[in-house]
C-alpha cells in the first residue's frame, strides 16, 4: 500500500484552487513556525487524519482533497472572520465537539490569538488530537476530553467559543451563556445562514457580523 505522504506544494495548490492564499518556506523540511509554514502544518495535519481515518473514521471523506475542500477550508475561512471581530488580545477560547480537531487545529496554523481549549467527550478523538498536537508543538492549544458542562471553572469565562454542529444553535445559546464572558463572542459554524436579530433578541444575543462562503458544492456560514 502506498505511503500517504501529503506535502506543502500540494496544499498551495488546493488552497489557490479554493480562492485562498497561504502563507509557506518549502525551503524548510523540518519543524514548524506557524506564521510561515501554514501550508506545511496543514499537509503534516492533513497526512496524519488521512492515515488514523483509515482505522478510526475520524471524518466522512476519505481523501485528502475532499477533506481539504469540505472541512478544512472552514478553518481559512474562519481565521479571517476572527480577525475582523474586536477580541481580546489574548482571548480564551472554547471550541464545543472539537471532534478531530476540526476546525481548531488547522485554525490553529492561522490564527494564534491566546489560549485554545479543544473540547471532546470521545476518547479516540482526543487522542488523535492530543497525538497531531504534540507532534505540530501548536503554542497554548490544549484538549479537554470531557463533557463541555464539565469544563473547569479556573478556565472560564471564555472570551470565544465555537461550535460546529454541537448542538441546535437555539439550545447552544442558552447552554453557553454560563461559559461566556459578559462581552464574549459565540461563532457559529453552519449549513444555514445567519438568524434574524429579532429570533436572536429572546436568547439575548446581538448578530455582529456573517460571513458566507462555497465550500466544494456546498454553502457554508459563519455567524
Not at 23 to 48: H, M, P, S, V, W
Not at 160 to 183: G, N, R, T
Not at 214 to 220: L, Q, S, V
Request: with cysteine; proline share 6%; charged share 25%.
Amino acid at each position: 500500500m502506498a505511503e500517504i505522504n501529503i506535502k506543502a506544494a500540494d496544499i498551495l495548490g488546493a488552497a489557490s484552487k479554493a480562492g485562498r492564499k497561504l502563507k509557506d518556506n518549502t525551503a524548510q523540511d523540518e519543524g514548524f513556525k506557524a506564521a510561515i509554514d501554514q501550508a506545511r502544518f496543514l499537509a503534516y495535519y492533513l497526512t496524519l487524519l488521512v492515515k488514523w481515518n483509515k482505522s478510526m473514521n475520524l471524518v466522512g471523506p476519505q481523501c485528502w482533497e475532499q477533506v481539504f475542500h469540505s472541512l478544512i477550508i472552514d478553518s481559512l475561512h474562519l481565521a479571517d472572520f476572527l480577525d475582523s471581530l474586536e477580541l481580546p488580545a489574548n482571548p480564551i477560547t472554547l471550541d464545543l465537539g472539537a471532534g478531530a480537531g476540526l476546525p481548531g487545529i488547522p485554525l490553529r496554523a492561522l490564527w494564534q490569538a491566546g489560549d485554545y481549549r479543544l473540547v471532546e467527550s470521545r476518547e479516540k478523538r482526543c487522542i488523535f488530537m492530543r497525538t497531531a498536537l504534540r507532534m505540530m508543538k501548536l503554542p497554548r492549544t490544549d484538549v479537554f476530553q470531557g463533557r463541555a458542562e464539565k469544563i473547569p471553572s479556573e478556565t472560564l469565562p471564555a472570551d470565544l467559543i465555537l461550535s460546529k454542529a454541537f448542538m441546535p444553535w437555539k439550545e447552544l445559546l442558552e447552554f453557553v451563556k454560563p461559559m461566556l464572558a459578559a462581552q464574549g463572542r459565540i461563532v457559529i459554524l453552519s449549513n444555514d445562514p445567519a438568524p434574524s436579530e429579532q429570533e436572536l433578541e429572546g436568547p439575548g444575543y446581538v448578530l455582529e457580523d456573517s460571513m458566507q462562503y462555497k465550500a466544494g458544492d456546498k454553502t457554508h456560514n459563519f455567524w
